[in-house]
């Protein structure tokens, strides 16, 4: 099976503006969560999407969305940035539920805000 | 607020020592996971410890979670220049039989091994 994919990679945006990104879980995973992650406050949750639907958030502005369409992809959109956005966003899709569970995360994408 | 201290942040060691990363915290997990990342990579999980007093062993790695579920450490035998890496231990809560995806991690350990 493939692994979690994300693209872009790398990205740079400058401040104001928006920046959309993408991840592919493994097929067959239905959850898919998100992760910010910098050398100052390590792996931070996002938010997680199980079936097209958010059903959990982390303490983020409202500035940070996303969606998961049917084929349970995933995307995070981060409005009007902000050069403390600049990080590594990672996502993970998850197989099992409880003690079984495990994630699986992608590379991340690289984002510098300038 | 981080709700997992783990220590030390940083860890500079000749081959064939030996080390212990610990992770703590003032809340109870259901689980345990103790992850390494390596540059350019998302993280891997290496192991989940869910029983009070648990201890698991992976070839040289071994991973023990407290009695009280609060804590957990990783020790890692003869290290080796290929144990490189950042470590990082996360803890799940579940509630209904689901975490909701959250894992709550630590600010991670640097372990660089020398040959």
């Known amino acids: 099976k493939a692994g979690v994919t994300q693209t872009p990679r790398y990205l740079i945006k400058t401040r104001g503006q928006q920046v959309t990104l993408s991840c592919s879980p493994i097929s067959g995973h239905r959850s898919v969560s998100w992760y910010q992650q910098t050398p100052g406050q390590g792996l931070q949750f996002l938010f997680e999407?199980?079936?097209?639907?958010?059903?959990n958030k982390g303490n983020f502005p409202g500035r940070f969305s996303g969606r998961q369409f049917s084929n349970s992809r995933s995307e995070m959109n981060v409005s009007t940035l902000e050069l403390g956005d600049s990080a590594l966003y990672l996502c993970a899709s998850r197989h099992g539920t409880g003690l079984r569970e495990t994630q699986y995360f992608g590379p991340g994408t690289r984002l510098l805000v300038l | 607020t981080q709700l997992l201290e783990q220590s030390p942040q940083f860890l500079s060691i000749q081959e064939g020592e030996n080390l212990t990363v610990y992770c703590n915290s003032s809340s109870v997990f259901s689980s345990l996971q103790w992850y390494r990342q390596e540059p350019g990579e998302g993280p891997v999980l290496l192991v989940t410890v869910v029983t009070g007093g648990e201890v698991k062993k992976l070839k040289r790695l071994t991973f023990q979670f407290g009695d009280a579920r609060k804590d957990s450490s990783l020790h890692i035998t003869a290290a080796q220049p290929g144990d490189t890496g950042l470590y990082l231990c996360?803890?799940?809560?579940?509630?209904?039989?689901?975490?909701?995806?959250?894992?709550?991690f630590g600010q991670g350990t640097i372990l660089t091994v020398h040959p």
């Open positions: 999407y199980f079936s097209e639907t958010q059903r």
């Open positions: 996360a803890g799940l809560r579940y509630a209904g039989g689901t975490s909701y995806g959250k894992l709550t």
